[in-house]
């Protein structure tokens, strides 16, 4: 496991529980207005010191009792061969797991949901499951199979083997109301979707600046897509 960061509290990261988060790095993603470049662009993770996973462990086993699950995010995690592994040393102390992916590992999903080493999924539905408007909104990087294992996910979560939550950022330049229902029809019936405007005056992946969702077009859009799913503002 690549490891570039280790959040030691978080009390909103895992629903009704309080957790701590881990940081893999790399992903196949380059979406334009991610948060967290320095566990994305290669030129920053090369100058990333790594969290050693020995010190993860004597943490967990320090602090059992206090904190009740670990979130494991990215990047994407999916992509670390090793992460069964890890998973099923963190669930030997008695943690829950929750994994934050984009979907594009359907593989390593269904592996770790059918041995029940995941107990929530969160995933990041970039937008509407339109092959060259997601391209656009995840960096040009999109392959039919990476689209087609995105589809597949949003599915397999959908039939109910282990709790989940979708969610998409939100952001003015590559997203419209229309691609917000478009997603909301796509995950009809699902157990909740979070929809969380972006962020500025932070650095992100793509070096330039964005633009948050006016507030008053999210209200509709919520408004829009309520009929379709359970829908809450993060």
């Given amino acids: 496991m690549k490891i570039g960061g280790f959040q030691k509290l978080s009390l909103i990261d895992y629903p009704g529980k309080v957790s701590c988060i881990v940081f893999t790095i ?13 566990l994305v662009l290669p030129e920053k993770t090369k100058k990333l010191k790594e969290v050693p996973i020995d010190k993860i462990f004597s943490f967990l086993q320090k602090n ?30 008695g943690y829950s797991i929750a994994l934050e992916t984009n979907g594009t590992n359907f593989e ?18 970039k937008n509407k499951l339109d092959f060259e408007t997601y391209n656009l909104t995840v960096g040009g990087v999109l392959t039919e199979e990476m689209f087609e294992n995105v589809k597949k996910s949003i599915k397999f979560l959908l039939k109910g083997k282990v709790a989940y939550e979708f969610r998409t950022t939100v952001v003015k330049e590559f997203h419209t109301m ?6 909301a029809k796509a995950i009809r019936g699902a157990e909740i979707y979070y929809l969380q405007n972006f962020k500025t005056n932070v650095e992100v992946v793509g070096g330039r600046k964005f633009t948050p969702m006016d507030e008053e077009v999210l209200r ?7 009929k379709f799913v359970r829908v809450v503002r993060r």
């Fill in 26 to 38: 790399g992903c196949n993603f380059r979406c334009p207005y991610c948060y967290v470049p320095q």
């Fill in 64 to 93: 059992k009792g206090l904190n009740e699950a670990v979130v494991i995010t990215g990047g994407e995690p999916t992509l670390q061969q090793d992460l069964p592994e890890f998973i099923k040393k963190v669930k030997a102390m």
């Fill in 108 to 125: 390593m999903l269904e592996k770790l949901t059918e041995e029940k080493l995941v107990d929530y999924v969160e995933l990041d539905i």
């Fill in 178 to 183: 229309q691609d917000i229902i478009e997603i």
């Fill in 220 to 226: 509709r859009i919520v408004k829009r897509i309520s």
